[in-house]
């Protein structure tokens, strides 16, 4: 059975710095992209990063580019998202997916698998 598992959400002051980490488990994902999207309070889930099977392919929300990083550990079968310079309207519960394409997917319909989620909680 797949499985999916977030950790690193919390609590931060605005302008600070969390990663995030999401383990797979039950297969082997190396040659399949992974991604992370997010639901805030009263919106609907929006595409944050994704990651090619490579890891050297990559695609970003236009509200994250250049404070997000998103990245892979094949032999961990992990996918991190490191964030910095948060923002309040960061706040969300963080979900990391694993779809069965080797470049990057933008499109929640196109993932396979779906973790809990992670809270992500940012004070101004």
């Known amino acids: 059975q797949v499985q999916l598992v977030e950790s690193g959400g919390g609590l931060v002051q605005a302008g600070g710095s969390l990663r995030l980490s999401c383990a797979a488990s039950g297969r082997t994902f190396n040659s399949y992209a992974m991604g992370w999207f997010r639901r805030a309070p009263g919106k609907e889930r929006e595409f944050v990063a994704a990651?090619?099977?490579?890891?050297?392919?990559?695609a970003y929300a236009d509200s994250v580019k250049g404070r997000f990083t998103i990245s892979r550990e094949n032999a961990k079968n992990t996918v991190y998202l490191q964030m910095i310079s948060l923002k309040p309207e960061d706040t969300a519960v963080y979900y990391c997916a694993i779809g069965y394409r080797a470049e990057p997917l933008r499109h929640s319909s196109e993932y396979n698998y779906w973790g809990q989620g992670t809270q992500v909680t940012v004070s101004s």
């Open positions: 990651i090619g099977w490579s890891g050297g392919i990559t």
